[in-house]
């Protein structure tokens, strides 16, 4: 069993910059893929950067390529994500989830965080 909680969201303004932290308990951290989704109003929930345990290889959606930095820290059991130039449609809420590397689905789902970009 894993527990996620996300931290860092909040309200900034289009081009400012946001990271998001996702705390995760459990000794097995590392062999957790673990991902960043966001749910925005009216719209299905997308894959938004994802990292394996080495942290090498990340991927990322393409509206989000070269603005946003997804990486990880076992030791500190944790998740991040770096958004830079923030754009309105960024906003949503972002959720961190994790699964075992041999699970094709998402396990695991921290509660969520909202970011807000003001235009």
């Known amino acids: 069993q894993v527990q996620l909680v996300e931290s860092g969201g909040g309200l900034v303004q289009a081009g400012g910059s946001l990271r998001l932290s996702c705390a995760a308990s459990?000794?097995?951290?590392?062999?957790?893929?673990m991902g960043w989704f966001r749910q925005a109003p009216g719209k299905e929930r997308e894959l938004v950067a994802g990292?394996?345990?080495?942290?090498?290889?990340?991927l990322y959606a393409d509206s989000v390529k070269g603005r946003f930095t997804i990486s990880r820290d076992n030791a500190k059991n944790t998740v991040y994500l770096q958004m830079n130039s923030l754009k309105p449609e960024d906003t949503a809420v972002y959720y961190c989830?994790?699964?075992?590397?041999?699970?094709?689905?998402?396990?695991?789902w921290g509660q969520g965080t909202q970011v807000t970009v003001s235009s």
């Open positions: 989830a994790a699964r075992r590397l041999s699970r094709p689905q998402y396990e695991y």
């Open positions: 459990g000794r097995t951290f590392s062999s957790y893929y």
């Open positions: 990292i394996g345990w080495s942290g090498s290889s990340p």
